[in-house]
């Protein structure tokens, strides 16, 4: 990695948590500060997981809102590298625990019901023959079901969740049907749902959902979150979420 390439951020307005990130693969995004702030931790939330972490921005926001441990998971060595780095330089080694490994094969690793939380921003389309993939192999696995698929990823928690855990995740609007109903064939029942819209007025593209290992049936669409202003500024609710 040149050194031009690879660039030392402030974690949005957390001037105490930096984040190093190289230009050529994908950054942290807004959906990377929405997740972190959707889920619920209380005083009994032990032990946490975030799937296809990337440069771990969700564990570096979770650290600053709970004592639970933190392990991390991600696929792409050139991103774990990044993700360990970004540890290193915050002295938070010994708080977030990161693998490298294929999320398929974390069951493996841990024994069954091991996890309070499970949060996951996931890849976001799905590979069929009309994907238009990038020719950048690290950007193209980070935005396709490549290696890993929603699927996947909820049957991998159904596995790692404790009876009654939480799985939260953020995904395009235009998948929810199919992820309520792979969460409900998995014993995972959706609970709450935020729908995120770039501005009032808009149509939503983001939706937040928490589904609950074995969980009763009962689903609460929490307040519409809006990301943008008219004027283009963030909201006064984001910009609380980016630390400022």
Do not use: W
């Amino acid at each position: 990695m040149n050194a031009e390439e690879k660039v030392i951020n402030d974690l949005v307005y957390f001037k105490n948590i930096k984040i190093v990130q190289n230009k050529n693969y994908f950054n942290f995004s807004l959906d990377s500060i929405l997740l972190p702030n959707f889920v619920v931790l209380n005083p009994s939330t032990k032990k946490i997981i975030d799937l296809c972490t990337g440069n771990i921005p969700v564990p570096l926001i979770l650290s600053l809102m709970t004592d639970a441990e933190i392990y991390a998971v991600e696929l792409q060595k050139e991103i774990y590298d990044l993700a360990k780095e970004t540890l290193k330089i915050n002295c938070l080694e010994d708080r977030i625990k990161l693998l490298n490994i294929d999320v398929k094969d974390v069951s493996t690793k841990f024994e069954t019901d091991s996890f309070d939380i499970i949060t996951c921003n996931p890849p976001y389309f799905k590979k069929d023959e009309k994907s238009i993939i990038n020719d950048n192999e690290i950007k193209s696995i980070a935005r396709h079901e490549i290696k890993l698929t929603l699927e996947d990823i909820i049957k991998v928690s159904k596995k790692l969740l404790k009876n009654g855990g939480s799985l939260n995740i953020i995904h395009r609007t235009d998948r929810l049907i199919e992820i309520i109903d792979l969460m409900k064939k998995n014993n995972i029942e959706p609970k709450r749902i935020r729908f995120i819209y770039p501005k009032l007025n808009s149509e939503s593209n983001l939706v937040l959902i928490d589904g609950r290992k074995n969980g009763k049936t009962g689903l609460k669409i929490l307040p519409p979150l809006y990301v943008h202003n008219e004027d283009g500024s963030y909201t006064d609710e984001v910009m609380k979420m980016f630390g400022k």
